[in-house]
């Protein structure tokens, strides 16, 4: 019969899944809403600028 608790002992994590995961909490991810509201900010701070 199958000891799962011994087996779980064995287990150990994919190394690939927790650099994985370290990448994507770790990245800015910048979404299209985020690039719009830089452009008018930009566009906002130039306007002003020329006055």
């Not at 690039?35 to 930009?42: S, W, Y």
């Amino acid at each position: 019969m199958i000891n799962f608790e011994e087996e779980l002992s064995h287990f150990k994590p994919s190394l690939e899944v927790e650099e994985v995961e370290d990448a994507i909490v770790d990245s800015d991810l910048t979404d299209m809403a985020d690039i719009m509201m830089a452009l008018v900010r930009e566009g906002s701070e130039k306007k002003r600028s020329n006055e």
